[in-house]
């Protein structure tokens, strides 16, 4: 039997999603354990998506081994830092946040503080030993095993453990969601990353690369689906390289095929994915998108420099001419696919018309919104013992705000190019400016604001057709269509 699309069950006017219970997210396990006694634990989370998910899989450990969640850091016991080392700034915040919990500590000399993720990865055990600012320092790779160091801290000894595995995924580990608005959730298919990119410190803090089995991420969906969720984000450092061989039946589940089964969960779960390689994305990719309406329009497909001589010095292993040609393909196959990009301004030796060639590959692309950085030496990484951090600072700050100012107007561009159509949008909660409007996203991940007024009855995880009339660079703003989107 066919599978019914979105449009299909959707129709104009809106209907409700039938699998939905009142067009509210059934309860998730975010906070609320008010068991008499239990000890709390204060997560907070800084860098990528991936970090996010993995204080998931925290949250969910520990609550196993007895702890509930807090939101409230003034009654945790256990206070824990998921960090991120990608720039010096990430670090530096991270730090001045860890000083103050140790101020904090003094008060409470019970509370045990821990850093989690790629800084404790990076750092190992300087932040316990030498600078005395936590109480341990768990890797990554070694979250299952945080119950026992927490133990071992309460006990005044070091805690420490660092280990990255081959083949840790926390497959079995099904993640307490937290602050979830119940319609979203980041599911992680993989872990590692085996791209030297020489600018990149997560080969170093994050291990190797290792896929998730296929049927549990699918059946992570499927659950996520059943307690009302309507989006998945599957998460990898470069997940078109996700490859699974299931054990018993030797078959190899590539990506595009763990896409296909995703989308299968239901027509009326979209699915989403970062982040794609430009040398890793294929074809396959692209038609198992082209083919489900419920796969959405978009890429996030870093560029990082757009000079080919520059690009060979990052190890990117593709060209300029790569890819544009594969910004083109995505647009051959999927016309109205959103892209979006990751650029650093001013990496080692960069020259001016270096910078002038990624202006030019941006214009080209005509990205609807990108990540824009400056070079930040990483110690350890392939590009710090290998080039002099040689672009003077002043030159990496003009540089990155000429990359800023032609993406804002390129937003703009692309956000005009909006007005006047149809989306259809999957509600994810009040707009952020008013109580009166809903935000959402459309298919192309663009923020969409409409009145609440125009829908009566709906709510977070349906969804409905907006018509936009006007925008930002940022957002779009509509209101309820009258017609289905063509
Ligand atoms: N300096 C600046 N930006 C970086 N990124 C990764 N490492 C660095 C660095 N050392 C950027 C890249 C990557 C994104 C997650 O962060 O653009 O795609
Ligand atoms: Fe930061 Fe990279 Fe680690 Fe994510 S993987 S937390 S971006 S250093």
Same mark, same amino acid.
């Not at 019914?4 to 104009?12: A, G, N």
């Not at 996010?52 to 256990?78: C, H, K, Q, W, Y």
């Not at 040398?279 to 890429?299: E, F, P, Q, S, W």
């Not at 990751?342 to 919104?369: K, N, P, W």
């Given at each position: 039997m066919q599978m019914p699309t979105i449009e299909d069950i959707v129709s104009q006017p809106?209907?409700?999603?039938?699998? *939905?219970?009142?067009?509210?997210?059934?309860?998730?396990?975010?906070? +609320?354990?008010? *068991?008499?006694?239990?000890?709390?634990?204060?997560?907070?989370?800084? +860098?990528?998506?991936?970090?996010?998910?993995?204080?998931e899989i925290v949250a969910s450990i520990l609550t196993g081994a007895g702890f509930g969640p807090t939101r409230n850091m003034e009654e945790a016991d256990l206070v824990l830092v998921n960090t991120c080392s990608i720039r010096e700034k990430a670090e530096q915040t991270i730090r001045n946040r860890l000083t103050a919990f140790r101020h904090l500590k003094r008060e409470r000399p019970g509370m045990l503080i821990g850093v989690l993720g790629c800084m404790a990865e990076r750092l190992k055990s300087k932040l316990l030993e030498e600078e005395k600012l936590v109480d341990m320092v768990v890797g990554p790779d070694a979250y299952r095993t945080l119950p026992q160091l927490v133990e071992e801290a309460g006990d005044g000894h070091k805690a420490v453990n660092v280990l990255l595995s081959r083949d840790e995924t926390y497959s079995d580990i099904s993640p307490v969601r937290l602050d979830s608005n119940g319609v979203t959730a980041f599911v992680s298919i993989m872990r590692g990353c085996n791209n030297m990119c020489a600018f990149c410190v997560v080969p170093f803090t994050r291990g190797r690369e290792r896929s998730r089995d296929a049927a549990s991420i699918v059946s992570e969906c499927r659950d996520l689906f059943d307690r009302g969720f309507r989006e998945v984000t599957l998460l990898g450092q470069n997940v078109d390289s996700y490859c699974h061989v299931d054990e018993q039946t030797g078959q190899t589940v590539t990506f595009a095929d763990l896409l296909g089964m995703t989308a299968e969960v239901s027509p009326l779960l979209r699915i989403r994915f970062s982040t794609s390689h430009p040398k890793d994305i294929t074809d396959d990719v692209l038609h198992t998108m082209a083919a489900h309406g419920n796969i959405c329009r978009y890429i996030h497909l870093p560029l990082q420099a757009g000079s080919t001589r520059v690009l060979q010095l990052m190890?990117?292993?593709?060209?300029?001419?790569?890819?544009l040609a594969k910004v083109r393909r995505i647009r051959e196959v999927m016309p109205d696919c959103g892209i979006s990009s990751d650029i650093i301004a001013g990496f080692c030796t960069e020259t001016e018309d270096d910078h002038q060639d990624t202006l030019d590959v941006m214009r080209q692309s005509r990205y609807d919104f990108s990540y824009m950085f400056m070079y930040s030496e990483r110690p350890g990484t392939l590009a710090a013992r290998r080039y002099a951090d040689d672009v003077p600072q002043d030159v990496k700050k003009r540089r990155l705000e000429e990359i800023v100012a032609l993406q804002n107007t390129l937003s703009l561009e692309s956000n005009r190019q909006d007005v006047g159509r149809v989306f259809r949008v999957l509600i994810e909660g009040n707009s952020r400016r008013s109580e009166q409007q809903w935000m959402g996203r459309n298919s192309q991940n663009k923020v969409i604001v409409f009145p609440k007024s125009d829908m009566p009855g709906m709510g977070p995880g349906d969804y409905v057709d907006v018509k936009v009339t006007d925008c930002t660079q940022a957002t779009l703003m509509g209101v309820a269509a009258k017609h289905t989107p063509a």
């Amino acid at each position: 039997m066919q599978m019914p699309t979105i449009e299909d069950i959707v129709s104009q006017p809106p209907v409700k999603d039938p699998y *939905r219970h009142n067009g509210e997210a059934l309860p998730v396990a975010d906070t +609320g354990d008010d *068991r008499p006694g239990l000890r709390r634990f204060y997560i907070e989370s800084y +860098g990528c998506q991936m970090n996010f998910s993995d204080s998931e899989i925290v949250a969910s450990i520990l609550t196993g081994a007895g702890f509930g969640p807090t939101r409230n850091m003034e009654e945790a016991d256990l206070v824990l830092v998921n960090t991120c080392s990608i720039r010096e700034k990430a670090e530096q915040t991270i730090r001045n946040r860890l000083t103050a919990f140790r101020h904090l500590k003094r008060e409470r000399p019970g509370m045990l503080i821990g850093v989690l993720g790629c800084m404790a990865e990076r750092l190992k055990s300087k932040l316990l030993e030498e600078e005395k600012l936590v109480d341990m320092v768990v890797g990554p790779d070694a979250y299952r095993t945080l119950p026992q160091l927490v133990e071992e801290a309460g006990d005044g000894h070091k805690a420490v453990n660092v280990l990255l595995s081959r083949d840790e995924t926390y497959s079995d580990i099904s993640p307490v969601r937290l602050d979830s608005n119940g319609v979203t959730a980041f599911v992680s298919i993989m872990r590692g990353c085996n791209n030297m990119c020489a600018f990149c410190v997560v080969p170093f803090t994050r291990g190797r690369e290792r896929s998730r089995d296929a049927a549990s991420i699918v059946s992570e969906c499927r659950d996520l689906f059943d307690r009302g969720f309507r989006e998945v984000t599957l998460l990898g450092q470069n997940v078109d390289s996700y490859c699974h061989v299931d054990e018993q039946t030797g078959q190899t589940v590539t990506f595009a095929d763990l896409l296909g089964m995703t989308a299968e969960v239901s027509p009326l779960l979209r699915i989403r994915f970062s982040t794609s390689h430009p040398k890793d994305i294929t074809d396959d990719v692209l038609h198992t998108m082209a083919a489900h309406g419920n796969i959405c329009r978009y890429i996030h497909l870093p560029l990082q420099a757009g000079s080919t001589r520059v690009l060979q010095l990052m190890n990117r292993t593709y060209t300029r001419e790569w890819y544009l040609a594969k910004v083109r393909r995505i647009r051959e196959v999927m016309p109205d696919c959103g892209i979006s990009s990751d650029i650093i301004a001013g990496f080692c030796t960069e020259t001016e018309d270096d910078h002038q060639d990624t202006l030019d590959v941006m214009r080209q692309s005509r990205y609807d919104f990108s990540y824009m950085f400056m070079y930040s030496e990483r110690p350890g990484t392939l590009a710090a013992r290998r080039y002099a951090d040689d672009v003077p600072q002043d030159v990496k700050k003009r540089r990155l705000e000429e990359i800023v100012a032609l993406q804002n107007t390129l937003s703009l561009e692309s956000n005009r190019q909006d007005v006047g159509r149809v989306f259809r949008v999957l509600i994810e909660g009040n707009s952020r400016r008013s109580e009166q409007q809903w935000m959402g996203r459309n298919s192309q991940n663009k923020v969409i604001v409409f009145p609440k007024s125009d829908m009566p009855g709906m709510g977070p995880g349906d969804y409905v057709d907006v018509k936009v009339t006007d925008c930002t660079q940022a957002t779009l703003m509509g209101v309820a269509a009258k017609h289905t989107p063509a």
